[in-house]
């Protein structure tokens, strides 16, 4: 059940970090964007090597 994580720049120049369709978080700079979205794939990847 791994979802798309994608980070999509905004018109007020901040960025949205998505999982799918669905919205995590908002408002962030491009490199606090960058930064949550590897945190959520190292923790994806982290359940996906305790799940083995």
């Known amino acids: 059940m791994s ?3 994608r980070v999509t720049p905004t ?3 901040t960025y949205t ?3 799918g369709t669905i ?3 908002s ?3 491009r490199l ?3 930064r949550y979205e ?3 794939a190292r923790q994806q990847q982290g359940l996906l ?3 083995s």
């Open 17 to 19: 970090v998505y999982r």
């Open 23 to 25: 919205a995590l978080i």
């Open 27 to 29: 408002g962030l700079t």
């Open 32 to 34: 606090q964007a960058e």
């Open 38 to 40: 590897a945190s959520i």
């Open 49 to 51: 090597a305790a799940g």
């Open 11 to 13: 018109q007020d120049g």
């Open 3 to 5: 979802e798309t994580i």
